[in-house]
Structure formats: structure tokens, C-alpha cells
């Protein structure tokens, strides 16, 4: 079993930063890969980003060049830095860690609340 915390949310101006962090404990060899999705009021849940136990990344197309996901491996921990962040990125936002195999998600955390004002 993992477990996901999230951390890092919060209120922020449109332009503005934030870095949400996931610390995964528990098997954690068994992931493939982590990443965060998010999920909008009234909206579906949607990928925003991943990366692989190698490093590879993924971008959704709305936060390319805005968003970046990054991995301490010490730390078991996943990053995703948010700049230039839009009022359209408000959600609540989910870590995810994949099975062995793939990025289908199989381990969510509790999800973080990121709200930009405009």
C-alpha cells in the first residue's frame, strides 16, 4: 500500500506562484510513476502533469511552459511548481502515484486547494 500527502495550496493572485509537494511513503517501488491531477468545480478530474521513476515527464497542454514536476528521490517526494498561475487553474489538486506498470492512477492523497484570484 501508499500512501500520498499533499501539501502546499493556498490563495494566490492571478501571475502569481505555488508549489505543491507529495511525500509518498509506504511500497513505493511499486509505482511507475506520480503526478498530480486536478479538479474543478463541477468539472472532471484532469491530468496536469506526471513523471516516471526515470525522470520523463508529462504536461497537460494547459499548463505547458507554466507548470513544471519535479522528484526528490531521497525524499519520495514529487514537486509541481506553478507560475504565471490563471484564475482558470483554480481546483483542488491531487497527487497520484501509478501502479508498476504504465500511468494509470492507483494511489490518490487527500487533494490541496489552490485558488487564483483574478
Known amino acids: 500500500q501508499v500512501q500520498l500527502v499533499e501539501s502546499g495550496g493556498g490563495l494566490v493572485q492571478a501571475g502569481g506562484s505555488l508549489r505543491l509537494s507529495c511525500a509518498a511513503s509506504?511500497?513505493?517501488?511499486?509505482?511507475?510513476?506520480m503526478g498530480w491531477y486536478r479538479q474543478a468545480p463541477g468539472k472532471q478530474r484532469e491530468l496536469v502533469a506526471t513523471?516516471?521513476?526515470?525522470?520523463?515527464?508529462n504536461y497537460a497542454d494547459s499548463v505547458k511552459g507554466r507548470f513544471t514536476i519535479s522528484r526528490d528521490g531521497a525524499k519520495n517526494t514529487v514537486y509541481l511548481q506553478m507560475n504565471s498561475l490563471k484564475p482558470e487553474d483554480t481546483a483542488v489538486y491531487y497527487c497520484?502515484?501509478?501502479?508498476?506498470?504504465?500511468?494509470?492512477?492507483?494511489?490518490w492523497g487527500q487533494g490541496t486547494q489552490v485558488t487564483v484570484s483574478s
Open positions: 497520484m502515484g501509478s501502479g508498476r506498470l504504465g500511468y494509470t492512477p492507483r494511489y
Open positions: 509506504g511500497s513505493i517501488f511499486s509505482i511507475n510513476a
Open positions: 513523471i516516471t521513476s526515470g525522470g520523463s515527464t
